[in-house]
């Protein structure tokens, strides 16, 4: 801890002081460097002419060049994607505030602006293991936003079927709840459970930001192995983009995202989805009974309880760049879903009857004000209250068969009694963050976190209430300092957090039948580094690590009242992450490239993981068992030739073992999978993706565009590597998709006409859990702003 203590006072008591001394007889050349549209510009290049001075501008645009003597001086801004732009300045005694808004220099994709080093690409070459991609690349396509991750380095998503199936996401090897999904640094929770990765549409943000292992403080997210973050179009000004697709299987998917700004600076915002689908797609090779032959045969079936439907509507209404206020929104949201379930664990399982619904409200509350009482001090306040519900219904009595007959069942379909599990999650959230620059060189941030989840679960065929409701109260406080030297060739991010969890609940049944109380207060700390070191303007060298937490869930700690028992007794996971990694771009002519790879080294303790409840195996509680040791690396090269072609390879590659040497008893042998391979884990995938097009080829202002994509994952065992047999494992997997886009208007009119799994090959990312075969698709879209 004194350690600690040390690498962040020494930096700022010898900076202070340094800034005291210059601050006698010098000035500072400060300001915010913009695209055309208001877009602040973060990493341009300022320097002041025949100097060594000179600073790179901050996220939100902003530089300060201090130590300067009064005179003429000659600044120099450079951005790739943008026209340098020298500006004769004339320095007193004061400091001298420019704004300065750059001319892009660009080229067009798809009807989107490319500007050089965008956002996306400057988020690669910071300190933290981090993809960035840029979604409005893939704004035409009929994908959701899972499909167009699991087409990164280091994530690989498994879906157990079609539109709106359960699916596990997964970064360098951890997975689960070991993963945390947010919108604008929101938790995506806090908009309702309609709002997950495999529905939300690929239009509703403009960039998707994947974290790895390390998070920076501003999320205040206790996450063990990453974040994935989608940012919208935070600009001020009009636009509407509104789509609507539908394709195979009945499935249709229609979303409108748009803002309107008032002369009043009044600000309206809305955004909405509908997805639906049957997903009556065919199953492959499906083991039926004959009756006739009395003899099993093999035959293909179609889906028939699987139908989906999720809706999401999503408003703000406020005010920008008041001097009270730069931002003020007010907003309100709405989410529902309707799901059959099809399946089990595996597809030898059928269901016909079970169903699962539900509902969200939310209200919400978002404020930022920059220089808040003194320059360089910016406060971000988000704040919410959301009301989320959902019913499970298993009371058929029938067990159900691909074909769909159906005999009597002396029990539920998945579980053991007739349930009408109600479940209610009300929720309350807020984070507040403070960030200061003292100086170009030395930055703070203070970010908080409180969230709080109330769990009230009952069969409704037993009661009409919980008589033992539970509540979990989680804070987090982060605090980061970041140091910027070699004029900002190399960037140091050092942070602390706290993690603080109280659990409220009367008396809770344990595995050994007993009730105890629930009431409890737990805390940990958690520590890291980011830095990257700029060998030359496009080619550099980082790391990270973090030894983080992850706290108990309230499905895991409460249970879900008809498959899940209660363990008030877990403790949080926590892991040792380390990332190494480097990356280059290059620019000659009309061509550009962009490499980057690395290693990842993730050592998991304590691992929340489900088991068998007694001697019943359909029912589970979630109990401390493992520990996991992952090492891998993953790299991916970019190439552009102009706006006409494009390519992108990449391969990820992690090797995961059982870290577990003994159970929980000091006198139980060493378990007989220790240092075995994690089963039922793809360990090595990659992906490419190709894209040429051609502007007025059909005309002014048209675009014509084909897209493919192939998707690879190397076969894996289901079972422990060194006890596996040969037909236990998840096939090979090599998934083609090609899409076909025009547009005209320079982007305002856009359709899309794709193909999936065109090869129509077996998919499967689960052990005998079918994906869909071949399916096409038309997107018709409208953009303008």
Not at 181 to 201: C, H, K, Q, R, W
Not at 485 to 507: C, D, I, P, V
Not at 703 to 729: C, G, M, P
């Amino acid at each position: 801890m004194f350690k600690l203590i040390r690498l962040f006072i020494i930096p700022i008591v010898c900076s202070c002081l340094a800034l005291t001394a210059r601050a006698q007889s010098t000035a500072a050349v400060t300001g915010q460097v913009k695209s055309p549209s208001g877009q602040p510009l973060s990493d341009a290049a300022v320097t002041i002419q025949g100097t060594h001075a000179g600073a790179y501008t901050k996220n939100d645009g902003r530089f300060r060049i201090p130590g300067l003597k009064p005179g003429k001086y000659t600044l120099i801004v450079n951005m790739l994607g943008f026209t340098r732009q020298e500006l004769a300045i004339q320095l007193g005694n004061s400091d001298l505030q420019l704004d300065i808004t750059l001319t892009e220099a660009t080229q067009t994709r798809e009807g989107v602006t490319v500007t050089g080093k965008g956002q996306s690409r400057q988020l690669k070459e910071s300190g933290f293991a981090v993809n960035a991609i840029d979604t409005r690349r893939f704004a035409n396509s009929s994908a959701d936003m899972n499909t167009i991750l699991n087409r990164t380095t280091g994530v690989k998503i498994r879906e157990s079927g079609g539109t709106g199936s359960d699916f596990q996401f997964s970064i360098n090897g951890l997975s689960g709840r070991a993963v945390r999904y947010f919108i604008d640094g929101i938790p995506l929770e806090v908009m309702g459970s309609a709002m997950t990765l495999n529905n939300i549409p690929v239009n509703l943000a403009e960039r998707v930001e994947i974290y790895k292992g390390v998070l920076p403080v501003s999320l205040g997210a206790d996450a063990l192995g990453g974040a994935v973050n989608l940012v919208t179009n935070q600009n001020i000004k009009n636009y509407l983009d509104a789509s609507y697709s539908f394709g195979s299987f009945n499935t249709h998917r229609a979303a409108v995202t748009g803002q309107v700004t008032g002369k009043t600076g009044i600000v309206g915002r809305v955004s909405a989805f509908l997805n639906y689908s049957d997903n009556d797609y065919k199953m492959k090779a499906i083991e039926l009974f004959n009756d006739e032959k009395q003899e099993y045969e093999l035959r293909d079936v179609r889906r028939f309880h699987d139908q989906y439907r999720s809706t999401m509507v999503q408003g703000e209404i406020g005010v920008v760049q008041k001097k009270w206020a730069d931002v003020f929104f007010l907003g309100a949201g709405y989410s529902n879903t309707d799901r059959e379930i099809q399946t089990g664990s595996n597809q030898n399982r059928v269901y016909g009857a079970a169903l699962q619904n539900g509902d969200a409200f939310n209200a919400t509350l978002r404020y930022k004000k920059n220089n808040l009482f003194t320059e360089g001090l910016d406060l971000n306040i988000f704040a919410s209250h959301t009301q989320d519900k959902y019913l499970v219904t298993d009371t058929t009595g029938y067990r159900y068969f691909w074909d769909g007959s159906r005999v009597p069942l002396n029990a539920a379909e998945m579980s053991n009694v007739k349930v009408l599990t109600h479940v209610s999650r009300p929720r309350n959230y807020a984070r507040a963050n403070f960030s200061y620059t003292l100086s170009p060189e030395h930055s703070f941030n203070l970010n908080y976190t409180f969230d709080e989840m109330s769990n009230k679960t009952y069969n409704g065929l037993v009661s009409d209430k919980d008589d033992n409701p539970g509540k979990i109260a989680k804070h987090i406080v982060g605090f980061g300092y970041q140091q910027n030297l070699l004029n900002a060739r190399w960037t140091n991010t050092f942070f602390g957090k706290f993690y603080g969890m109280q659990l409220t609940q009367a008396a809770i049944l344990t595995g050994s039948g007993e009730y105890i109380s629930g009431n409890d207060s737990k805390s940990f700390f958690g520590y890291g580094v980011a830095s990257r070191y700029k060998i030359m303007p496009d080619f550099g060298v980082k790391a990270s690590y973090e030894k983080a937490y992850r706290l108990p869930e309230v499905s895991e700690i409460f249970g879900n009242g008809y498959d899940q028992i209660a363990n008030p007794l877990l403790k949080p996971e926590s892991s040792h992450n380390v990332n190494l990694g480097a990356y280059y771009g290059t620019q000659r002519g009309n061509s550009r490239f962009y490499a980057e790879g690395g290693g990842f080294f993730r050592d998991a303790v304590d691992f929340i993981f489900p088991k068998t409840y007694q001697s019943n195996s359909q029912v589970i509680r979630y109990e401390n068992t493992s520990k996991v040791r992952v090492t891998g690396g993953e790299a991916e090269v970019q190439y552009d030739y102009r706006d006409l072609f494009h390519l992108t390879l990449n391969a990820t590659y992690q090797h995961s073992i059982n870290n577990t040497k003994r159970g929980e008893g000091k006198d139980e042998t060493e378990e007989a999978s220790y240092r075995n391979k994690i089963p039922n884990q793809p360990w090595l995938f990659g992906n490419a993706l190709a894209s040429i097009g051609k502007n007025g080829l059909l005309g002014k202002g048209t675009r014509i565009q084909l897209n493919w994509d192939l998707q690879y994952v190397h076969w894996f065992y289901l079972t422990w590597e060194d006890f596996a047999v040969s037909n236990e494992k998840v096939p090979n997997q090599y998934i083609q998709n090609l899409g076909l886009t025009y547009s005209l208007q320079n982007g305002r009119y856009n359709i899309t006409a794709e193909c999936r799994n065109f090869t129509d090959q077996r998919a499967y990312d689960n052990w005998r859990l079918q994906k869909p075969g071949r399916s096409f698709f038309v997107k018709l879209r409208y953009f303008i702003h």
